[in-house]
């Protein structure tokens, strides 16, 4: 006798609601744009860092800072979107939208790199060392004049392309090595490509990134989540291992990013963790050493939240938990009334389709916030997926094309609803403020951590000290 095997109902869950400027907690809307049209920034009638105007340095090719303050004009103008019609707003200008703007710095905070720096690198077997090395004087030029200059515009011609990635098999990136020199001496940078910044045909999605961004990497806060649970604190982790490690002396760096139960709250600790135990080619960490992770991450919230601890540590990590980290988590945690451990798992095998009726798919994928339970501690989230209340309710999938494959939550330690978990998740999904779409595919815990842990691993010297994420953005 054959039964048929049937999976459980799943769940939809609501698209969750972002809060920005103002005092009312009704400035809240589902799309990040259109509510920082409607309300302004979350951190525009708050004390925040961000300084008006916010003053922009420059290092360009030779000839080249026009093309850059150009840039910063086309900022404070109103573009209306040519792409992506149905999310894309119309956009405002910088000043209008933030209540700050945008000038040039006073100073020698304008740098052009020498002419013949194409004829170097072509000259030289190492031609990304070349360029790295006149992009790193070029900083350490503007280091001198610090107390001027809020962010650093760099132009990374397209002509020097071969300079991009090492071609002897070493590992090196002109963007990670650049941010881990200028995040080691304090300094926010903004890089721009001819493909990108400076030559994108839709205006109106140029300026709603770089906009961000650059109010961001100034100490602003654009938006925020809206409903979650006070008392909460999401701590992301992710390791890289630096490229000198031996197979006889394994050396890590794990990085840990902090947020508040607003989502907020952009710093994170790196630590230097050695002879970690592999698993396949991921690290692992002791008892001792994920107790030192995670007590260096409590700090920090602690810091902003005058003393007090958390009442709930949500714990993302994009691998397993051995059972030593469980114990070291809780070891750090001997306070807090709960506890959740959550793997976010990205390759889950699974994928899902929308059929609303029998033998009729529909012609778009499952709307994201689908959730289907497996069993009492594994859940399929689907992040990405059809999202018709940010374009009009008219059908909407960010991605284009594709069977988007969800989430697996699995949870290690924990108690209550794995609903709660992925509603949580499903608004950290909104919260990297380094783009301009309604979500990203992983929360923000775990993308801040990647990109950190690949920065992080480049720096020179690494402080046992916190670091706002602004400056590795």
């Known amino acids: 006798m054959t039964v048929?095997?049937?999976l459980p109902g799943h769940t939809q869950f609501p698209e969750p609601a972002l809060r920005f400027g103002g005092a009312s907690d009704r400035n809240t809307d589902l799309h990040p744009l259109l509510g920082l049209s409607r309300f302004g920034p979350y951190s525009r009638d708050r004390l925040s860092g961000v300084a008006?105007?916010?003053r922009i340095a420059m290092i360009a090719p030779a000839g080249g800072v026009d093309r850059l303050n150009r840039l910063m004009q086309e900022l404070e103008q109103p573009h209306r979107p040519k792409e992506r019609k149905a999310y894309l707003p119309d956009y405002p200008g910088f000043s209008k939208l933030?209540?700050?703007s945008l000038a040039k710095a006073v100073g020698p905070t304008a740098i052009e790199l020498p002419e013949d720096l194409q004829r170097q690198m072509a000259a030289s077997p190492r031609p990304h060392q070349v360029l790295a090395d006149a992009i790193t004087r070029a900083l350490f030029a503007l280091r001198n004049v610090r107390t001027e200059f809020d962010i650093v515009l760099i132009h990374v011609d397209r002509r020097w392309s071969d300079g991009f990635r090492s071609t002897d098999g070493e590992d090196f990136d002109l963007r990670h090595h650049l941010k881990a020199i200028a995040a080691s001496e304090g300094i926010c940078i903004q890089i721009v490509r001819d493909e990108g910044?400076?030559?994108y045909y839709c205006r109106c999605?140029?300026?709603?990134r770089l906009g961000v961004a650059l109010y961001t990497k100034a100490g602003g806060t654009p938006w925020v989540l809206a409903d979650v649970e006070p008392g909460t604190a999401f701590i992301g982790i992710d390791y890289a291992m630096r490229s000198d490690a031996g197979p006889a002396s394994r050396y890590a760096i794990c990085c840990s990013q902090v947020f508040d139960a607003e989502g907020s709250g952009m710093e994170f600790v790196a630590y230097e963790a050695n002879d970690v135990r592999m698993f396949g080619k991921n690290p692992f960490l002791r008892r001792d050493q994920m107790l030192k992770v995670i007590s260096r991450s409590l700090l920090?919230?602690?810091?902003?939240?005058a003393g007090q601890s958390p009442s709930r540590i949500v714990v993302h990590k994009n691998t397993e938990f051995k059972s030593e980290e469980v114990e070291g988590c809780f070891d750090a945690l001997p306070r807090t009334d709960a506890i959740d451990l959550v793997h976010v798992q990205q390759s889950s095998g699974w994928r899902g389709m929308h059929i609303p009726e029998p033998r009729k798919p529909h012609g778009y994928p499952v709307h994201r916030g689908t959730a289907l339970q497996l069993g009492a501690y594994e859940t399929l989230l689907w992040t990405q997926g059809n999202l018709p209340v940010v374009a009009n309710d008219?059908?909407?999938f960010k991605e284009g094309k594709g069977i988007p494959e969800p989430l697996m939550l699995v949870r290690y330690a924990g108690n209550g609803s794995m609903d709660d978990l992925c509603r949580q998740t499903l608004g950290l999904t909104k919260m990297d403020w380094n783009n301009d779409g309604p979500y990203d595919r992983l929360p923000v815990t775990l993308n801040f951590a990647q990109t950190l842990a690949k920065v992080v691993v480049r720096m020179?010297?690494?402080e046992p000290r916190s670091y706002p994420f602004r400056l590795f953005m």
């Open 205 to 208: 999605s140029v300026a709603w």
């Open 98 to 100: 933030f209540g700050v």
């Open 197 to 199: 910044a400076l030559g």
């Open 52 to 54: 008006n105007p916010i």
């Open 300 to 305: 920090i919230y602690q810091r902003k939240h």
């Open 394 to 396: 008219r059908d909407y």
């Open 460 to 462: 020179p010297t690494l």
């Open 4 to 6: 048929a095997y049937k």
